[in-house]
């Protein structure tokens, strides 16, 4: 290599180098296409807020039923009682958090029209049931199927609840994370039976 080789032409690196507009633009676009993503994957906190609740059937787990008579759940069927829906997985340690506040909220809520629903987020069923035993889970609990009720609800993470009045409405919007005692007491007022 000779001397003149080893030189480096600083007009060809110029030449070289993108123009700034182009990195801008670059940048742009791809901000754009982030936020669109995160749209996309991650629906807005006000999707199915104060809106009627998207109809769904459950099969539940055998010994599940919750007292219901059979073990086909729809929901459409709850009409008349209020409805706390709750997505749970047995992965979820969040999900372990408010598991004995609603179960306890069931028992004391359960004769005076309000219905509890778990459904099992993305799971497998023995691990699932294990769950439910260690927690002694009695409300109508079992797998979302090919995830078909939470696309419905856009359900994005688990634990999720949504509360549905007796006429079929969810009532504010969905709770991210566990509930606490209050909370759900809260909550549940909103949707009992007049």
Known sequence: MTDTESIRNPKSEIRNRLPAWAILLGVGILFVAGLMALLWFKPPQKFLCDQAAP???????????????TEMLKLSDLRGKG??????ASWCKPCEEEAAALETAW??????????????????EPAARRYLEKFKVTYPSGPDLAGAASKRYGTRAVPETFFISPEG?????????PLSDAELKLRIS?????
């Open 55 to 69: 109809d769904f059937t459950l099969t539940t787990f055998s010994g599940y039923q919750g007292g219901l008579p």
């Open 190 to 194: 909103e949707i009992m039976p007049r």
């Open 83 to 88: 409805v706390v829906l709750n997505f749970w």
């Open 107 to 124: 028992q004391m809520y359960k004769g005076k029209g309000i219905v509890f629903v778990g459904i099992d987020f993305y799971d497998q």
């Open 169 to 177: 409405k969810i009532i504010g919007c969905r709770k991210e994370g």
